[in-house]
């Protein structure tokens, strides 16, 4: 998802990793360590051979390597405006042009002035054409391997699309059966605020299932909450207060939705409705570090279970969503203490 759960090949960019970053960087000069290394070892006859032309193909290599990856860093956003076919393409005649360019330079540089051969009696066409197949090798089986990786990463993205959509199903006619059900309970005692509350669920429902991305905006899903929170007003009347402590949160953020009114009905049918007396729920938020910090917090008996069912129900629910989205990033928490349930729900601030 970061972040959206995607399926189409263009929304998940081409096959080719960027090859910009400190980690890309420092695995290629391993793997092409590795490979100066075999290829050392075919070529040498004795130990003082082997150092000596280790050095010089550990030197050809990297140099391969690292401008082969450094080409590829900057043609990225070129080349992910293509299919994978045509990348592919591309990256392979850039690769062999790397290695015939290198290769010249090596030989006219460094080893026809030696006079020194890393290849047994290979001259200067003999040197270009051995490096041309190793490289015409190395290429096809490492753009295979970023290849099978890309087709994996996909197949892993559409199975968790399939489960978030799941969950969300889930999801949504809980949603409406609990708010059919208060309505419900209004029509004969408060027609009136009955039609309000049937207003409001239409309203509600509008904003929730706008979203055609598998995203909306916080703002979007704060206003599903106060839909929400205005239909069960409707039915307890003064019992149910709210408190609203949001202001630091960057409300342009995207998220999944329906991502806190389950946990604010669970506030409501756990812990407000079973109360006699006037209850208060909590519901709060701020931005720390590349991270927001929703809590909220509801009253609740104290002879009454930490986490009753239905609270673990959604919990679980929204626990899995968030998996799916941001992996191990967002995390969702839940505690009772001193009759005050609890939930902390944090979410990275990620591009929109």
Request: charged share 15%.
């Amino acid at each position: 998802m970061n972040q959206e759960i995607k399926t189409s090949e263009n929304s998940n960019g081409v096959f080719l990793p960027a090859f910009c970053g400190i980690r890309a960087v420092f695995t290629i000069v391993i793997v092409a360590q590795l490979l100066a290394f075999v290829l050392t070892l075919v070529a040498a006859t004795t130990e003082l051979e082997f150092w000596n032309k280790l050095a010089l193909v550990s030197l050809l290599v990297q140099w391969i390597a690292l401008s082969s990856a450094s080409l590829l860093c900057l043609l990225h956003p070129v080349l992910s405006r293509y299919n994978n076919v045509v990348v592919a393409s591309i990256s392979y005649f850039l690769l062999l042009l790397v290695t015939l360019v290198i290769s010249e330079l090596a030989y006219w540089l460094i080893l026809y002035e030696m006079e020194y051969s890393i290849y047994a009696g290979a001259g200067h066409i003999g040197f270009i054409v051995q490096n041309m197949a190793v490289s015409a090798v190395v290429s096809a089986v490492v753009l295979r391997y970023f290849y099978m990786q890309y087709q994996w990463r996909q197949q892993i993205k559409t199975e968790a699309l399939a489960r978030f959509h799941e969950l969300q199903a889930r999801i949504r006619p809980h949603f409406l059966f609990n708010s059919l059900n208060t309505i419900i309970s209004l029509i004969r005692v408060q027609p009136d605020q009955a039609e309000e509350a049937v207003q409001d669920l239409a309203d509600l429902f509008r904003v929730s299932l706008g979203d055609q991305d598998g995203r909306i905006s916080l703002a979007r899903e704060m206003e599903i909450v106060r839909h929400y929170l205005h239909i069960e007003s409707l039915r307890l009347g003064d019992r149910l207060q709210v408190e609203w402590a949001i202001d630091k949160l960057p409300m342009e953020l995207m998220v999944p939705p329906l991502l806190l009114q389950p946990l604010v009905e669970n506030a409501v049918y756990h812990g407000i409705e079973p109360m006699l007396e006037v209850g208060t729920i909590q519901i709060s938020g701020e931005q720390q570090e590349g991270m927001i910090r929703i809590v909220i917090e509801n009253p609740v008996d104290a002879s009454a279970s930490p986490v009753s069912r239905g609270h673990q129900i959604a919990i679980d629910n929204i626990k899995q969503r968030l998996m799916i989205c941001y992996g191990g990033v967002a995390r969702l928490t839940a505690e009772c203490s001193e009759g005050v349930f609890k939930v902390l729900l944090e979410i990275p601030v990620v591009d929109k």
